[in-house]
């Protein structure tokens, strides 16, 4: 029970070394360590950069929807100047609304085409070289002479400006850089810079599309993550002194759960395992599952008294094992998933599982074993 108890405390210890001195981002910002491994090595999702090289900008872009349609096109200006502004830095790429597949002054520039077409006969066409006549033939074609709105647009386009409701033209897309990581800092600067230009033009004005909604949800693990965590911790400590009434029972049964707690926090940070929105809420379940080991071996030693941990071990010992070997087992389902966000959530699951356990059957029986050793020693010293 010495070198147990001794052991603990020195983990102990080392866990609160490491927490107090971790100089590293907790929070995953890298996105695509939350998506599939198998699609990041040689699916879609090893293949995405490319998307960027053929249709330069892509499919998921941040939607903008102001109430009016003039606001619409001072949001895209707007956009457009700040990207012209950053440069190279922007992490805009393309602006988009309904405004730019419908050429404005046609009736003036059909007239430049018919021009074109009388300064170009076809004995001077015959002249050009290939390409030439190809974009003089584009000039000379019936079709260029024909002006057209934006109800006349193919429906693919139509489809990406139109409203549930019906209403044409008010949507604005906005296209983040492609880059190969995807990270939170990118992502708010890109997402903040689109709410803050929505606002500035109609303040309210919705903003909306998978980035944003990914970003939300890191900030929410940021600003709520901590607190959700340490209100679980406090309701398993008010459930416990509200069922035991014993102070030396409820002491030892939250010594061990805070053992089994610090360890997983000094494991987290000594080996970089970053929370995401995913994997966090293995925190709180922790604290519900792990205290249950150490109130059913000390709510049985108390009944037991003094004297008994061995034979509590012994005997209850491996009742409340066992309980942990098939929730184990359960998270250790999810280490072999594809999507790396449900590795995580089981990788953290089962650590939490794992530190809790040992500390209510090994480290805290062991420091009641060995407490009870020294006052043998001093009675018969005495």
């Not at 001195?21 to 490319?50: V, W």
């Not at 019906?166 to 906005?174: A, E, M």
């Not at 607190?227 to 459930?239: E, G, I, P, W, Y």
């Amino acid at each position: 029970p010495t070198f147990i108890w001794f052991s603990s405390l020195l983990m102990l210890c080392l866990s609160i070394v490491v927490c107090k001195n971790y100089h590293f981002g907790i929070i995953e910002t890298d996105l695509n360590k939350l998506r599939d491994k198998r699609s990041m090595e040689r699916g879609s999702g090893a293949l995405y950069h490319y998307i960027d090289d053929i249709f330069h900008h892509s499919f998921s872009p941040m939607v903008i929807l102001p109430k009016e349609r003039e606001n619409s096109r001072k949001i895209a200006q707007a956009f457009k100047d700040e990207k012209k502004r950053e440069g190279n830095n922007s992490p805009i790429t393309t602006v988009q609304t309904l405004d730019d597949f419908v050429p404005v002054f046609q009736k003036e520039k059909i007239q430049v085409i018919q021009e074109i077409q009388r300064m170009l006969p076809p004995r001077l066409v015959s002249l050009l070289s290939e390409e030439q006549r190809k974009i003089a033939s584009e000039f000379r074609s019936p079709q260029a002479l024909i002006p057209f709105n934006e109800l006349d647009l193919p429906p693919m386009i139509l489809s990406k400006f139109k409203e549930t409701d019906g209403v044409l033209g008010r949507i604005v897309l906005v296209d983040k850089k492609i880059e190969s990581k995807d990270d939170s800092t990118t992502i708010g600067r890109f997402v903040q810079t689109g709410r803050h230009i929505a606002d500035s033009i109609a303040k309210g004005t919705p903003v909306a599309g998978d980035l944003p909604i990914s970003y939300d949800m890191f900030e929410a693990i940021l600003e709520d993550g901590p607190k959700a965590t340490f209100f679980a911790f406090l309701a398993v400590v008010f459930l416990v002194v509200l069922l035991f009434h014993n102070i030396k029972t409820i002491g030892l049964v939250l010594i061990a759960l805070s053992f089994g707690v610090i360890w997983l926090a000094g494991i987290i940070f000594g080996f970089h395992i970053k929370i995401n929105f995913l994997n966090f809420i293995a925190l709180p379940i922790t604290f519900g599952i792990g205290v249950d080991y150490g109130v059913n071996i000390f709510q049985r030693y108390r009944e037991e008294g003094p004297g008994s941990i061995l034979r509590v071990i012994r005997d209850t010992g491996g009742a409340v094992m066992l309980s942990s070997f098939t929730t184990v087992v359960g998270y250790s389902s999810l280490l072999i998933a594809g999507n790396q966000a449900f590795v995580s959530f089981g990788q953290l699951a089962v650590i939490g599982e794992l530190t809790c356990l040992v500390a209510a059957i090994f480290s805290l029986p062991a420091f009641i074993c060995y407490r009870e050793q020294k006052r043998k020693a001093i009675v018969l010293k005495s």
